[in-house]
């Protein structure tokens, strides 16, 4: 049996980060559960713990650190010889067992490199998904237009995947990690595939909910990545085709 590693990046998420790890922990496979913890000031770690997960303090002290928190998972995973390693958010309220077992199904049977959770959302909810990431990667990144949720926080992939991707020294640190690491997966040709999960409920909206201006730092990091990355790829001139 492959061995799946299961990483949740976590930032002050104690009400629901246990039952998260209850729920993935029963996944059919079997995962061992690490969370990269982004030094929360809530009983997250503590939470964590008592139900089994393995915690390890993110690398550095610096905010957003999505990014960071992504890289380290995937040097711990690594370091525990996973062959298959599960992102999953940690403020999901509505996650199921079958949510590791629909991603991980698809890379163990090699139908795809990277599996990515798709959910139905509430209209008001994915903003900078809809505002920010879906327009811009289609003027600059056709290869993944087709695709519902760029910014997933739900993928799995090999460890060859991972390893090979972040071997680039441009990885972000902050809100650009899922479109970077997801640009860089279709410019490496791997195959991606996008499983639906049904609906995510999940905290974080709750944040912004009502005042949209918290997600600026978020639209900021996704944004100036899909340019780099266009700036990289020599398709930043794919602007000029387009109509304004
Ligand atoms: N270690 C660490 N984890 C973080 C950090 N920032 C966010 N996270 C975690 O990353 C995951 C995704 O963050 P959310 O705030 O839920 O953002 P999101 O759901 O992708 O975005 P929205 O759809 O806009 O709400 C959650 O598990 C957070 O706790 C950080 O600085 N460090
Ligand atoms: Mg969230």
Redesign the pocket.
Known sequence: MKKVIVV??????AKTIAKCIEEAKQSKFKPEILV????STDNTREEAKSVGATVIE?SQG?????G??IK?GIREALSRQADLIVF????IVNLTPEWVDQLAEPVVTKKCDMARGYYRRADY?????KLVAKPLAGVFFPEIAHLNQP?S?EICATSELFQTVTKNKDCPE??GI?IWLLIETAMKDYKIKEVYLGTKI????Q??FEDVVR?AK?AEGVALTIFKEAIKYKRIDNIKRWSL
Request: hydrophobic share 35%; proline share 5%.
């Open positions: 949740f990046p976590a930032r002050n998420e990269i913890d982004g030094y993110q610096i905010f957003p650190a999505k960071r928190a380290d999953l958010d940690a403020d909810d994915g903003a900078v998904t910014l926080g902050g809100w899922d999940h905290t974080s909206r944040d912004y997600l978020m």
